[in-house]
Every structure is written in structure tokens, then in C-alpha cells.
């Protein structure tokens, strides 16, 4: 039968080879963690854009969840909707017109320095 499991290790024990690396970096290294450390390299101004980049990428994977593609399908036949404003004064189109612009977003802090 699929998906009885009848021994072995309990789902997300890590196996002995994983345990053993993860041992032995806490021991020469206490307190390391991969994604600070890329962090730490991300901000540090004296390593090289690129790899810096590189590094913002690599922490972005545990911060931000990856957007996926969405596909959008149209039906043609359908008449999009007529709106009459004809009886709006300037006034009120210039604050409808204002209303639903898109607004530009905000660069000017959380920029990649």
C-alpha cells in the first residue's frame, strides 16, 4: 500500500550523514545560520554588487513567498460596460480621474544599497 510506512526513520528525522555535518558546523561554528550569514553579506558595502545581489536573492527565498504565474483567460464576446459621465462637472472627473490613478511606487526607503 502507498504511503503506509512500516519503518525506517520517522518523516523529517534527518538521515546520520545530515546530522553529522549539522553537528559538526554547530561545533566549529556556534550560533551559525546560512541565511544570516547571506544577510550579513548582503549588506556588507565592502563585498562586491554582484555577489551581493546574489545574496539578497538567496535570503529574498525565505522572507517573500515566490510569486507564480497566472494565466488569464478572456471571453471575446463579452461588450465591456459603458459608463455615462457626461453629467459630472469637471471638477468631479478631474477627482474621479485622480481617484483611480495608479500610484508610483515609494523607491525612496527599503532600496538595495
Avoid at 520517522?10 to 559538526?24: F, H, V
Avoid at 545581489?53 to 513567498?65: D, F, I, N, R, T
Wanted: with cysteine; glycine share 6%.
Amino acid at each position: 500500500m502507498k504511503g503506509l510506512k512500516t519503518g525506517g526513520r520517522e518523516k523529517g528525522t534527518p538521515n546520520r550523514k545530515t546530522q553529522g555535518i549539522a553537528e559538526s558546523i554547530a561545533e566549529r561554528f556556534p550560533n551559525y545560520h546560512p541565511v544570516i550569514a547571506l544577510a550579513e553579506i548582503a549588506n556588507d558595502p565592502s563585498c562586491d554588487i554582484i555577489i551581493r545581489m546574489q545574496a539578497h536573492k538567496e535570503v529574498a527565498k525565505y522572507l517573500c513567498p515566490q510569486l507564480k504565474a497566472v494565466s488569464v483567460n478572456l471571453v471575446e464576446d463579452i461588450e465591456p460596460e459603458r459608463i455615462n459621465l457626461s453629467h459630472l462637472s469637471y471638477d468631479e472627473l478631474d477627482k474621479l480621474i485622480t481617484k483611480c490613478r495608479v500610484k508610483e511606487p515609494d523607491l525612496s526607503e527599503g532600496h538595495i544599497s
